[in-house]
């Protein structure tokens, strides 16, 4: 197990702020480890997110965790099924509904990204295009769903009131006048 840590700089957070990612790689190829240990590293570098990172290496170990909802988010590598990438997509979400994929397909394959989506994964990319500025915008929208869906989970629990779930005032119910001066040159 990995655990990465950025941006902490001992300021107190709230349980929201500090909601820890549960990632998976799953790739049977040992570069695409390195390369994804290495994608998610610069990605940190931008968020200031808590990742603890995981891998495995067959279908068999993958599906194994997301029975045992371990993960929070699967980063798929199409090497894992290939073809059958959609078909194991289905398949993972089926065992949890909660689960995050991220499918990982060779830039040549575009056929199968509608596949992939259509499946339920998240997201999908080819792997010649990943960069840190593309991973780390995928964790962010992932950790935010996280932190409304837990928000959501304590809300119908009983645990929070209506109010933790309304929009501030300010960002709705105010109008803003804006002067647009155009100039002919």
């Not at 549960?22 to 240990?37: G, I, K, N, V």
């Not at 200031?48 to 590598?77: I, Y």
């Not at 990982?104 to 010649?128: H, N, T």
Request: net charge negative.
């Amino acid at each position: 197990m990995k655990k990465f840590t950025h941006w902490t700089d001992g300021a107190t957070s709230t349980w929201e702020e500090s909601m820890e990612i549960r990632l998976l790689f799953a790739t049977p190829d040992p570069a695409s480890h390195m390369l994804l240990d290495s994608l998610l590293a610069s990605a940190l570098e931008l968020t200031p997110l808590t990742v603890t990172a995981e891998h495995v290496l067959s279908q068999d170990e993958l599906l194994q965790r997301v029975d045992a909802g371990a993960d929070d988010v699967v980063v798929l590598d199409w090497l894992m099924a290939q073809s059958g990438t959609p078909a194991l997509v289905t398949a993972m979400l089926e065992h949890n509904p909660r689960l995050r994929v991220v499918a990982v397909l060779p830039q040549s394959y575009r056929q199968y990204r509608k596949q992939v989506w259509q499946a339920g994964a998240c997201s999908s990319i080819a792997k010649e295009n990943m960069e840190q500025e593309w991973f780390s915008s995928v964790l962010c929208i992932m950790h935010r769903a996280m932190q409304r869906e837990a928000k959501l989970h304590d809300y119908y629990a009983g645990l929070l009131p209506a109010a933790v779930l309304e929009e501030p005032e300010l960002c709705c119910t105010q109008s803003i006048d804006v002067d647009v001066a155009v100039t002919a040159g």
